[in-house]
């Protein structure tokens, strides 16, 4: 079984735990309730390590998300 893992997504003052298998994962399930223009991801690596991201929303194809 594939290993999940916690993402923090940090939008403005909302901060929001997603438990997802990956960083895409996450941030498509965040965005379809979300209408943030840019988050900030922190989640933590099979090693240990910290990553920090910032992302550009939307994720993914235009046509089919219709924004």
């Avoid at 690596?45 to 550009?56: A, C, L, M, P």
Wanted: proline share 4%.
């Amino acid at each position: 079984m594939p290993k999940m893992r916690e993402f923090k997504i940090i939008s403005g003052t909302e901060e929001k735990i997603i438990e997802a298998t990956s960083f895409k994962k996450a941030l498509k399930s965040f965005q379809a309730s979300s209408k943030a223009p840019m988050v900030t991801i922190e989640w933590e690596t099979k090693k240990g390590k910290i990553f920090v991201k910032e992302q550009k929303l939307p994720i993914g194809r235009k046509k089919k998300i219709g924004r």
